[in-house]
């Protein structure tokens, strides 16, 4: 499998810093909701009405797993409840002189999906895209 790049700046996800378009593809592609783009940044539209905004700091409610360790574990959540209950993820904090995180997501012990990032909400939706793109693509 091709490594999956963003749609919205052409950057494959294993380089991908935390940004806004990060939460925007981790919410259409792992969360499966609607993202529609505005001058500001995203807005999130869930059963067609507005829910969320990523960028418009005039909205009250935000989507942020790049930054958000709560947004991250929702998007966790949806991956388990989407692939079922075999599905298991780890979480491993790596401390060297840089802080490295990894977050793991498998559902055996043979195919396992592992994202890295220098925060855990990074890591988190690094895992997420990976594991949602090797989904896509059986």
């Known amino acids: 499998m091709p490594e999956p790049t963003c749609p919205h700046c052409g950057t494959k996800i294993t380089e991908h ?7 925007a593809w981790v919410a259409e592609m792992c969360m499966g909701w609607e993202v529609r783009s ?14 969320y905004s990523i960028g418009n700091h005039h909205m009250n409610a935000f989507f942020y797993p790049h930054v958000d360790i709560a947004a991250a574990m929702e998007v966790v959540e949806q991956i388990t409840a989407s692939v079922g ?5 780890t979480a491993l904090w790596w401390m ?6 990894e977050f793991e997501i498998n559902d055996s012990y043979e195919d396992e ?10 890591a988190i939706c690094r895992c997420a895209i990976l594991a949602a ?5 059986e």
């Open 85 to 89: 209950e075999s599905l298991r993820y």
């Open 96 to 101: 060297n002189q840089d802080k490295w995180y």
């Open 133 to 137: 793109a090797k989904e896509k693509a």
């Open 17 to 23: 810093p935390a940004t806004l378009c990060l939460s």
């Open 38 to 51: 505005r001058d500001f940044g995203w807005s999130v539209y869930i059963n067609g009405g507005w829910a």
């Open 113 to 122: 999906t592992i994202g890295f990032g220098e925060t855990a909400p990074l």
